[in-house]
Nanobody, 115 residues
Framework: QVQLVESGGGEVQAGGSLRLSCEAS????????MNWYRQAPGNQRESVAT???????TYADSVKGRFTISRDNAVNTVYLQMNSLKPEDTAVYYC?????????WGQGTQVTVSS
């Protein structure tokens, strides 16, 4: 079955950096787009970044120039490098894939940015 396991969250001061990882299994990872989403308390879940099979990336306007999504198909892992973090980046970050028409989510990893 599809499994997505996020790691790398934590607490950091504004201006700091974190690198999130999402290890995937249960589907042919290299053939699928991978996504990062986030959800802050009281807010809807929002898309942060997407990476294609070939490595092309798209970003939400709020994170452009600060976050970088990447993937390593050899180890079935997608990453989110987050630099210049702001308090408004505080949220639970989720890894996501749409496989056979169904959306799968990891358990999420908390990112807290203090001012």
């Amino acid at each position: 079955q599809v499994q997505l396991v996020e790691s790398g969250g934590g607490e950091v001061q504004a201006g700091g950096s974190l690198r999130l990882s999402c290890e995937a299994s249960g589907f042919p990872f290299s053939l699928y787009y991978m996504n990062w989403y986030r959800q802050a308390p009281g807010n809807q879940r929002e898309s942060v970044a997407t990476i294609s099979r070939s490595g092309s990336a798209t970003y939400a306007d709020s994170v452009k120039g600060r976050f970088t999504i990447s993937r390593d198909n050899a180890v079935n892992t997608v990453y989110l490098q987050m630099n210049s973090l702001k308090p408004e980046d505080t949220a639970v970050y989720y890894c996501n894939v749409v496989f056979t028409g169904r959306s799968y989510w990891g358990q999420g990893t908390q990112v807290t940015v203090s001012s």
